[in-house]
Nanobody, 116 residues
């Protein structure tokens, strides 16, 4: 059974930091490009960042450049998202996605709330 499990979400004050994790199982994690996608309250899905299968190439949405860092540990089948200088507009459910050609897997999401 394919599983992606996100963790690390929570409530943080503006300017604070959080680290999200996404653990994969049931598929060859190291072969998949991985992404974080978020959904703010009342809005659609927004792509945030992606990393290729070996971790050598990362793409970031302009809204998070310089604040968010994406990394992966293929030995641990885990994707990480380090979020710094968080803003209220970063409030969303963050979903982990694994993609390989026509195979597309999603996690259940983890809530991140940035508020004072």
């Amino acid at each position: 059974e394919v599983q992606l499990v996100e963790s690390g979400g929570g409530l943080v004050q503006p300017g604070g930091s959080l680290r999200l994790s996404c653990s994969g199982s049931g598929f060859t994690f190291s072969s998949y490009a991985m992404s974080w996608v978020r959904q703010a309250p009342g809005k659609g899905l927004e792509w945030v960042l992606s990393v290729n299968s070996v971790g050598g190439s990362t793409d970031y949405a302009d809204s998070v450049k310089g604040r968010f860092t994406l990394s992966r540990d293929n030995a641990k089948n885990t994707l990480y998202l380090q979020m710094n200088s968080l803003k209220p507009e970063d409030t969303a459910v963050y979903y982990c996605n694994a993609n390989l050609i026509q195979r597309d897997y999603w996690g259940q999401g983890t809530q991140v709330t940035v508020s004072s």
